[in-house]
């Protein structure tokens, strides 16, 4: 049983262009949350996902960052027009249940803003 | 809002115990979790409390929680040069998502 699987694992963007982060859960795993960390911070909530809808968005910036999570494939990060602020690392749980005690995280992409 | 709050380093030598603490605002916290990252990876769950325990032991790992003060601590015995990492404490309220981490505390391990 694979873990959380994320890709890529980094990601370099020029100022502008987007960037799309991918998270596959773990087999079984229908609940999918996305977290951002600042270097030197811990990491910040941004949404929580189950298949097809969002639940908690309340962590995501108001512009330029959407999360999706469909019936078929991976749950996707996008961040539009990206700048320098962006860059940081980017790390995705997945859980069976509405319950962090049994979420597992991916080992995270870091995106680096040029 | 909620706030969690921990020291950012701590060194201890090979064979010590490490004892890293965290204080948190939210007193409707439910869970309370011990994570640990290591260079370039993901987190790692460690441990977690139910905030109506006050101990919870592991191996060489002791959770502490003093929920009158808010205050959890991670104890880890016999302490390793493989336990070198960054700890993040965390907590949650009923429904287990949204979970609010620290700023991480460095652990170093002297040989």
């Known amino acids: 049983n694979a873990g959380v699987m994320q890709n890529p694992r980094h990601l370099v963007r020029r100022r502008g262009q987007e960037a799309r982060l991918r998270c596959s859960p773990m087999?079984?795993?229908?609940?999918v949350y996305w977290y951002r960390q600042l270097p030197e911070e811990g990491l910040k909530f941004m949404v929580y996902?189950?298949?097809?809808?969002?639940?908690?968005e309340s962590g995501m910036p108001k512009e330029r960052f959407s999360a999706e999570f469909p019936k078929e494939g991976p749950s996707i990060l996008r961040i539009q027009q990206v700048v320098r602020g962006d860059s940081a690392a980017y790390f995705c749980?997945?859980?069976?249940?509405?319950?962090?005690?049994?979420?597992?995280f991916g080992q995270g992409t870091r995106l680096t803003v040029v | 809002g909620e706030d969690v709050e921990q020291s950012l380093f701590l060194s201890v030598r090979e064979g010590d115990s490490s004892v890293i603490n965290c204080t948190y605002t939210?007193?409707?916290?439910?869970?309370l979790y011990w994570y640990k990252q290591e260079p370039g990876a993901g987190l790692q769950l460690l441990t977690y409390i139910f905030s109506n325990m006050d101990m919870k032991q592991d191996q060489r790992l002791t959770v502490l929680l003093n929920k009158k003060d808010k205050h959890l601590s991670l104890r880890i015995a016999d302490t390793q040069t493989g336990d070198s990492a960054i700890y993040f404490c965390a907590e949650s309220g009923r429904g287990g998502f949204k979970t609010i981490f620290g700023a991480g505390t460095r652990l170093f391990v002297k040989a």
């Open positions: 939210d007193s409707s916290s439910t869970y």
């Open positions: 996902l189950q298949k097809e809808n969002i639940i908690d």
């Open positions: 087999k079984g795993h229908s609940h």
């Open positions: 749980a997945s859980s069976p249940l509405d319950r962090a005690t049994e979420a597992f």
